[in-house]
């Protein structure tokens, strides 16, 4: 019930997040629900294509694809006004993200893969549908670049495969993932905190 | 019969589409055989790999290969002749588009889809090997930005669901489906007609 | 045990490749990591999704990715001194080439597939990971602008395959294939053979 929640503010929030960028590169409506579509729900089909779990997450519920066409077309009609709801939107997506790391690990336990490999599935769900929003906007990846997005997801996967070592109800490490992916992302923003620079100038 | 000599048509038409962009990036041979290749099977490898389809399609079938390796060849050869057919590589393109919309909903359907990613496959199959083209040779893809191009096929497989609501024979929706997809995109290119534009200026 | 040392060779040069690359744009070390993992894993990525060999190859094999890993910590590290590698690195490449090319053909022949497929598959098994960083980094990917790369992958491919109709051992057309690789690859850099152009200027 709080987990649809999430999973629908945070869809919006990856959706906005898509029709903000396509529109910066002034693409037509269909170009911009397209993005706006890769945006929300990339991540989560990459996972699936690399683990086999096909038909594609989306393509057999298709409350994601009822909520991208609504979020669209409200992002369009009041396009003007998004900025105002910038803090909702980093909050959202920031939450967003934290879920849809946590079930692209579950995706990757159900598959029988090794703690590192639902990581790097966890990250992939909530960080590669930007990445493929950038690739078709003609950019090099945003999460490549700068801020901490990506690291956040990792370590809150390693947070949660530490907390199962331990007997506890298996709900704890998974609310205590998302909610440290949560924070550690806010405290990253708040205080801008980057990655460690690998250049000497 | 009909449909066989229909998709070696469309076939081609997308392999010299891709050759055109390809040498337009002045691509080496094997640059300009691999666009060639994505631009014709790209939308339909997408279709398969998200549906589960594996081997994906032109992996069993090939016969396309074998086209798109002639035409790329002829293309090459005659480059310099290949803009007196304009016209009828528009014309094979939108017969092709009519068609392979309709290959894509059927595999949807083969799936056990709704209706509406059924037409999301179609348009799919119809579409994203021009949009894989894009991305390869650097370039926002051409679709999101102008023309009346994956709305024609969004509409063409709107009218085929809707028909089928009648007790008809199966072949009449399908073939109307590509009739109307043909001459929508044909009516559109006449008279200019583009998607609304959602910029101030 | 021979195959083992060039897997494990072959991984660490095209991984190398990605840092050169991913270093080249600036990014961050996540970007860095992602763009090494992708050169070396993503072909074999690619050919896996598409014959629906899943999960993937580097999701049941964690050594790869340990092995990149280490290699981009290295690289990082010693970022300034692997030019005077490039040599080596050169060499390595060329002989992971030639043994991916061998392990993807032998994917297809798994898969039932033909030899013109398994080519296929064999040559975005050695090439492709190189094209998803080039994407990845904004460029049009250097194996579609110079260099005889892919061209010796499908020759060499061929020659295991004519070799396939002689009654040996079959282990010597799989050893002569990569071998035939390795001395094409060489013999084109040092004589700087390129594809014959199709432009008049």
Redesign the interface.
Known sequence: MLYSLIDILGTIAFAISGVLV??D????????F??AFVTAVGGG?LRD????N???GW??Q?NY?IIIIITVIFS?LF?GRLKHFRKSLFLFDTIGIGLYTMVGIQKGLD?G??P??CI??GTMTACFGG?IRD???????V????EIY??VCILGGGIYFLMLQFPVNPDIPYITGIICIIVLRLLAVKFKI??????NK
Chains 1, 2, 3 share one sequence.
Do not use: H, Q, W
């Open positions: 396509a529109m590169k002034r693409l037509d409506v269909f170009g911009v397209i993005i089909t294509v690399l683990i086999g096909t038909p594609v393509m057999t298709p694809t369009i396009a598959a893969l090794l590192i490999m790097a599935l990445v690739i078709l906007c003609n950019e090099i990846p999460i490549f670049r700068k990506a690291t980057a990655l460690p620079s690998i250049y």
